[in-house]
């Protein structure tokens, strides 16, 4: 007998007593761990964002597009690439050339953008997750992972959420899904932290809602 039929031969006597109709599935879990306000939820969100070595900003809707230059500027980005559905007015300050994303566009090019900056889907407070799923004003996946510096706006409170359930109900299954959980990175068998490797070096956050500008940094 071979170790595939061994295994369908498990699954079999396994599933021997359940019926042929699909079975409700019962979701018992916890919807989000503990009871928090929506101010509380953002702290956290900002908590654990900083905690996985993403630099966190927070500003007004106003003070977006000064915001957004100032970090632009502290970086010294001479480009940043601009999806196609990016609101205008956020980079009317920006110092740096603004780089249409092109379809055409080869890993090489994009490898030379300085800068990229997004929108994002949602937002998940309890992992300190940002999700983008490629609309306009996040784009393609591959301007998000190429190059070196990743600025993504959040709109608070509107795309903040607790927990992971909750941000996948907002999410569409079909779309191309980007979860990040701050900058790319990983390690080698010792141990050793290696950044950059699979998708931006920097990561920074800015959570916009009509309250006090105020910077948290990792």
Request: hydrophobic letters at 40%; aromatic letters at 2%.
């Amino acid at each position: 007998m071979s170790s595939r039929e061994r295994i369908l031969g498990r699954v079999r006597r396994a599933l021997s007593d359940v019926s042929g109709e699909d079975a409700p599935i019962e979701r018992t879990y916890l919807r989000e761990h503990g009871d928090r306000t929506v101010e509380e939820t953002v702290e956290l969100l900002a908590e654990n964002l900083a905690d996985y070595r993403a630099i966190v900003h927070r500003c007004t809707t106003a003070d977006l597009p000064a915001t957004l230059a100032g970090m632009l500027a502290a970086r010294g980005a001479k480009t940043v690439l601009v999806p196609p559905g990016l609101d205008p007015s956020w980079l009317t300050e920006a110092g740096a050339d603004q780089v249409p994303d092109r379809a055409g566009s080869t890993p090489h090019e994009l490898d030379r953008i300085d800068s990229v900056v997004t929108a994002c889907a949602v937002a998940i407070a309890e992992t300190g997750t940002i999700v983008l799923d490629g609309s306009p004003d996040q784009g393609r996946r591959r301007i998000t992972l190429v190059p070196d510096h990743h600025i993504c706006v959040v709109r608070v409170p509107d795309q903040v959420v607790s927990s992971v359930p909750q941000g996948l109900e907002r999410l569409d299954p079909v779309r191309p899904l980007t979860w990040i959980s701050g900058p790319s990175a990983t390690s080698d068998i010792e141990l050793d932290r290696v950044e950059g490797v699979h998708g931006p070096r920097t990561l920074e956050v800015v959570l916009v809602a009509d309250q006090a500008s105020a910077e948290v940094n990792s």
